[in-house]
């Protein structure tokens, strides 16, 4: 099943730069991350640099605001709202 995992980082379809870009918003301890690095190329492709920048930066802010002191790829992967930070 791994033969058909497509590593979207590491393709043609996902301009490098922007992703790299796009990473500097993530807190530095996170960046290793590979599912968050995968998860935020697919918002890339699909939403492009800008769209994905404000996505990211607002999901920081609710993060921040809700005291959440988890991975970055949990808090957006289970969707929590913008309230609490609770999962929705």
């Known amino acids: 099943?791994?033969?058909?995992?497509?590593?979207?980082?590491?393709?043609?379809i996902v301009d490098s730069q922007e992703l790299d870009q796009l990473m500097r918003l993530v807190p530095a301890d996170q960046r290793g991350d590979i599912r968050l690095k995968r998860f935020l190329a697919f918002r890339l492709k699909l939403d492009g640099l800008v769209a994905s920048q404000?996505?990211?930066?607002?999901?920081?802010?609710?993060?921040?605001?809700?005291?959440y002191r988890g991975r970055l790829y949990a808090f957006l992967s289970e969707g929590h709202s913008e309230a609490d930070?609770?999962?929705?």
């Open 1 to 12: 099943m791994s033969d058909r995992v497509i590593r979207l980082e590491e393709q043609a």
């Open 54 to 67: 404000v996505y990211l930066s607002n999901k920081l802010v609710t993060a921040e605001k809700s005291g």
């Open 85 to 88: 930070g609770s999962p929705s």
